[in-house]
Each structure stands twice: as C-alpha cells, then as structure tokens.
Nanobody, 120 residues
Framework: QVQFVESGGGLVQPGGSLRLSCAASGSDFSNFRMGWYRQAGKQRDWVATITSGGTTNYADSVKGRFTISRDNAKSTVYLQMNSLKPEDTAVYYC???????????????WGQGTQVTVSS
C-alpha cells in the first residue's frame, strides 16, 4: 500500500501561482501513472495525469494553466498552478491512476490533502 503526503497549498490572490508537492511512499511509484485531484464540495474531481514516461493530460478547466511533473528518484509528483482563479479553490490530493481508467484513482485511501484558497 502506498501512502501520499501532499503539501504546498495556501492562500493566494487571483492570478497568482502555487506549486504543490506529493510525496509517495512505497517502491512502485515509478511504475504508476500519477494524478492530481481536487475537492471543493462533495465530489472529488480529476485534475491532471502524468505517465511514468512523462506524458501528461489535463482537465479542460486547468489546461494551459497547470503543469504536472514528477521526480521518480524522489517518488514525488508536483503540480505547478499558474493564473489561479477563485474557482480553483479546493483541497488538492494525489493518487496513482487506475490501470483501467484514464482518470479514476487506483487506491481507496487518500492523503490529508493540501488546501488551496484563491481569494483577494
């Protein structure tokens, strides 16, 4: 079982930037596609995916503003968020991506997440 620890959230003004990090435990990190998700209400939504080789995919709402990356040596995935909008306000989580889906999470257990608040 892999555990995830997210960090880097905070309060930022509209148009600002933040960089989130997610440190994963376990030895299989480099084999997984990794994803970022966010939850502003009851539903947790997929944000971005990166394959083990570095290919990326994004939700339409963040395309062109967010960049996902990974460092397999550090078992860490990042989310660079630019041009932030109030609607980006949410708790952000990472997880491995299910082998059977382009966006669904692999693990049932989640980390504590990191709060991002975009407000003036």
């Amino acid at each position: 079982q892999v555990q995830f620890v997210e960090s880097g959230g905070g309060l930022v003004q509209p148009g600002g930037s933040l960089r989130l990090s997610c440190a994963a435990s376990g030895s299989d990190f480099s084999n997984f596609r990794m994803g970022w998700y966010r939850q502003a209400g009851k539903q947790r939504d997929w944000v971005a995916t990166i394959t083990s080789g570095g290919t990326t995919n994004y939700a339409d709402s963040v395309k062109g503003r967010f960049t996902i990356s990974r460092d397999n040596a550090k078992s860490t995935v990042y989310l660079q968020m630019n041009s932030l909008k109030p609607e980006d306000t949410a708790v952000y989580y990472c997880n491995a991506i299910s082998a059977w889906s382009a966006t669904l999470p692999h693990y049932d257990d989640w980390g504590q997440g990191t709060q991002v608040t975009v407000s003036s």
